[in-house]
């Protein structure tokens, strides 16, 4: 899978035939691709330039947010300085990415990659290599490093010689090392240099400081990084059990899930970035850095799916060690000890709870969409779900991957008892509605999940349990949703109690194992939802006119849904349509098999890029698909 594009000295083209074309500042979301360290990672357009890249971790400021603002956000541009077209692929099985370009002298490469190293001293390096190659005839090559700190707010100085600039802030030091002269030029470097075949040319970006210092990376280096890096991605990968029919593009989103943990804590993160728009000029622009449970408890089922218990475990390891529980009493209202959960509903990389949001009104946002926000004002929400994918989580551990401990078991048995007295709350549902709160079908769903599969563990295990009072919850939960869940009107489930709405989310009912894929009301709402919610296999979530969210606009398609769609046709036994929506969902990914949190109109990506949630529902949707397949 590739992607073309032309560039030339002092340009920035881009393809056409997609929304706002004529911006050529701002590639689209989807001609990227991701490198990163299993700390930090940045994106790489198909012109060759890095143009979103946090240091040192992903929820630290920028350092290149281009992609955020063209003129502010600072961006690392390395290109060929002569017409040329260019062609963008993973090197196989890795996360090290190429980019050719084809002119009419020569062809070249760039091969950007982040080493994955255990020392914790070098791992603090965050080193940053981009390795220039000339495979056929000679080409000139043009390099511009133009760092902007702090999201673009933070001057910085510079100082240069001898192959070597120095990127100062009281904050951050970068070091930048090349085999080619740099010149300085106000707060940015140059680089003009030209290439024959067999030639080549290594920029190395570091973070330098303390115990840190600045060094070197010769040719000789560079090519053992190469290796070492392109092993590291080899050896992981080969780890999966998958053998399917779709074992590249599976593949590919364990490598991009594996790219989104943090490898200090065993966080998961939701996307590496922040404020890409869900629609160009909207105001739907969120900061996803951070560590949803959901989305986070989802990875690790799709992980666990493919053989990945390391990934699991060190998730443990993240909940266990810097995650609180904060199990309230009493029973006030909403808001107060009734309204709070054992658990928020995200938390930082580092397990802190505190995420205020704001916004940097000095950025004008990806092709004008303001705001650009980091933190997440939705941190203090109430989202019932989360308990349910977490426990499913943990249930599938211990049945994939190791026993769960004592200690884990009390904390469920808290979470579940809490899970048993609240269920029946209110909340703001797993699509975070700004709007009031609802009795949301699937908030419902999620916490007789929780209750279920906290059983069958005890039941497995004979761990202690007050199993008569958990049973007790687990059956007023499905006859809630039963009674009051379903519409006579609508011939369906809706999205919460009272409502004529649907929700996508109703299709996780068969795949949570609450109703059989093949009941009647299942059938008839899986027959509404298609009429109402899918366009060509791609899913809405919801009507945001008829539900409102207390936001402005439309959205696109939500591509976890379109993947929840085809694990739903296919456990109804419709798998010729199941077959051919995944087919169809597939075409809607970048060249190199990534997707965004959306997909508009006229197939363009939208929204926070690449997204877990996307990936992981691919790799259940192929897994579950392929076994029915035979």
């Known amino acids: 899978m590739t992607a073309e594009t032309e560039t030339a000295a002092g340009t920035r083209r881009v393809p056409g035939g997609f929304p706002g074309a004529e911006d050529i500042r701002y590639p689209p979301v ?26 040192a971790r992903f929820d630290a400021p ?3 947010a281009s992609i955020l603002d063209a003129d502010r956000g600072g961006s690392f541009e390395l290109a060929a ?9 993973y090197f196989p099985d890795t996360n090290v990415l190429i980019t050719r370009f084809f002119a009419e002298d020569g062809v070249g490469e760039i091969q950007d990659f982040m080493p994955v190293v255990d020392d914790s001293r070098e791992a603090g390096r965050h080193r940053l290599i981009r390795r220039v190659v000339c495979v056929r ?14 999201y673009g707010a933070r001057p910085h100085t510079v100082r240069a010689g001898h192959g070597q600039a120095v990127f100062e802030t009281p904050a951050l030091t970068l070091a930048l090392t090349a085999s080619v002269p740099l010149e300085v030029a106000g707060p940015d470097v140059w680089s003009l240099f030209k290439l024959h075949e067999g030639e080549s040319a290594v920029f190395a970006l570091d973070r330098i400081g303390g115990d840190v210092a600045p060094r070197f990376c010769p040719l000789s280096e560079a090519e053992q990084q190469f290796n070492a890096t392109v092993g590291y991605w080899r050896r992981w990968l080969s780890r999966s059990r998958y053998r399917g029919r779709w074992r590249e593009m599976v593949h590919r989103s364990a490598l991009t899930l594996k790219l989104l943990t943090y490898a200090p804590t065993g966080a998961i993160i939701a996307a590496p970035t922040t404020s890409l728009p869900e629609r160009i000029g909207g105001e739907r622009n969120w900061d996803y850095r951070y560590v949803w449970i959901r ?18 475990e060190a998730f443990m390891g993240f909940l266990s060690e810097h995650v609180q529980l904060e199990v309230p009493t009493g029973d006030g209202a909403a808001g107060t000890s009734r309204g709070a959960g054992p658990l928020q509903i995200m938390y930082g990389i580092d397990g802190r709870r505190e995420l205020p949001e704001r916004e940097l009104s000095h950025l004008e946002g990806y092709r004008g969409s303001a705001p650009v926000r980091v933190g997440n004002g939705a941190v203090g929400q109430l989202q019932l779900d989360i308990y349910g994918a977490l426990i499913d989580a943990l249930y599938l551990y211990d049945k994939w991957g190791q026993p769960i401990s004592s200690a884990h078991w009390e904390s469920i048995g808290e979470v579940v008892d809490w899970v048993c007295d609240h269920w029946d709350q209110p909340d703001q549902g797993i699509w975070e509605s700004r709007g009031a709160g609802e009795n949301h079908l699937y908030s419902r769903l999620m916490c007789w999940v929780a209750v279920e599969r906290a059983m069958r563990l005890a039941q497995h295990r004979g761990l202690p349990v007050d199993i008569v009072r958990w049973g007790r919850a687990r059956d007023a939960i499905y006859r809630r949703i039963m009674d009051h869940g379903w519409s006579a009107e609508r011939n369906a489930f809706v999205q919460y109690e009272g409502g004529q709405v649907l929700d996508a989310s109703l299709l996780m009912m068969p795949l949570a194992k609450f109703i059989s894929p093949t009941d009647p009301k299942w059938l008839a709402t899986l027959d509404a939802l298609g009429e109402d919610l899918v366009s060509d296999s791609l899913v809405y979530r919801y009507d945001p006119q008829a539900s409102p969210d207390g936001l402005r606009g439309d ?6 849904c379109s993947f929840w769609y085809v694990e ?23 060249h190199l098999g990534l997707y965004a949190e959306e997909i508009g109109r006229t197939g363009e990506q939208t929204g926070n890029f690449p997204q877990a949630f996307t990936h992981l529902a691919l790799i259940s949707a192929a897994f579950n698909l392929d076994r029915a397949l035979g």
Request: proline share 3%.
């Open 30 to 55: 989807a001609e990227h691709g991701l490198i990163g360290d299993l700390r930090s990672a940045a994106l790489v357009d198909t012109r060759g330039t890095i143009d979103w890249y946090c240091c």
């Open 62 to 64: 920028s350092v290149f």
């Open 81 to 89: 300085d002569t017409p040329a077209r260019t062609k963008q692929f």
């Open 137 to 150: 005839g000679s080409l000139p090559f043009r390099a511009r490093v133009a760092p902007r700190f702090e």
């Open 295 to 312: 989305d986070a408890a989802f990875c690790v089922y799709a992980l666990l799916r493919l053989g990945f218990t390391e990934e699991a």
């Open 555 to 560: 959205e696109g398609t939500f591509s976890i």
């Open 568 to 590: 739903a046709l296919t456990r109804a036994g419709r798998l010729d349509e199941a077959r051919l929506a995944f087919e169809k969902m597939l075409t809607y990914a970048n």
